[in-house]
């Protein structure tokens, strides 16, 4: 079974500074999705970026961006110029590719703290 | 464009009693559904996705069951409430190999 390890319980990033939260995966397979989600105070959980396994290039929407190391297994994530907007719990997912459900394999979260 | 919707948003119920959670989803065909559970500071848990009418795959054996009536809706549902079913219920929703769309979500009281 898919594994999702986010070891930073909490964060804090000063406004329009860049901050990087951290996840890792354990997985025998090559082939799979990995998502970064926001959970703002209201619960509502939204996509933040995908990244495709097989693509090489790392993905990137606006201020968010993500490393991505497919061998070390390794998929953080990085806000840059960090909003006020931008506190909220974040989640690291994960999907295998296989299978007719997309089934997503969360961790823990990271709670970022944004302040003035 | 597609919206999902979760209700009720707050419940709070008795140990023993039932429980009904729906949830719909507008805008599309033969979505796959999911379920989630999130108790207070911690992940999500995936208790149970459809990906037709009638077709459910429970993950997590536990007091919980859902049914899948008709093509958007779903409905999670127990007997007889248990204290550890209290929690966060998140719905979500996608298509075919893409990301999952979640609800609103409805928070679980059970006292």
């Known amino acids: 079974a898919q594994t999702v390890t986010q070891s930073q319980p909490e964060m804090s990033v000063q406004e329009a500074e860049t901050v990087t939260l951290s996840c890792t995966y354990d997985t025998s397979e090559s082939d799979y999705y990995l998502f970064w989600y926001k959970q703002p105070p209201s619960r509502q959980m939204i996509l933040v970026i995908r990244q495709e396994a097989y693509k090489q290039q790392n993905a990137t929407e606006n201020r968010f961006s993500v490393n991505f190391q497919k061998a070390a297994k390794s998929f953080s994530l990085k806000i840059s110029d960090s909003q006020l907007g931008d506190a909220a719990m974040y989640f690291c997912a994960y999907r295998s590719a296989d299978g007719t459900a997309s089934k997503l394999t969360f961790g823990t979260g990271t709670r970022l703290q944004v302040t003035l | 464009s597609q919206t999902i919707h979760q209700w009720p948003a707050t419940l709070v119920q008795p140990v023993g009693s039932p429980l009904s959670l729906e949830c719909t989803v507008e805008g599309t065909s033969n979505p796959n559904l999911y379920w989630y559970r999130q108790a207070a500071g911690r992940g999500l848990q995936l208790l149970f996705y459809s990906v037709g009418i009638g077709q459910i795959s429970s993950e997590v054996p536990q007091n919980l069951s859902a049914s899948r009536p008709q093509d958007r809706q779903f409905i999670l549902s127990s007997k007889k409430l248990l204290l550890s079913d209290s929690g966060f219920y998140l719905c979500?929703?996608?298509?075919?190999?893409?990301?999952?769309?979640f609800g609103p979500g409805t928070r679980l009281t059970v006292t």
């Open positions: 979500a929703w996608n298509l075919g190999a893409y990301e999952q769309y």
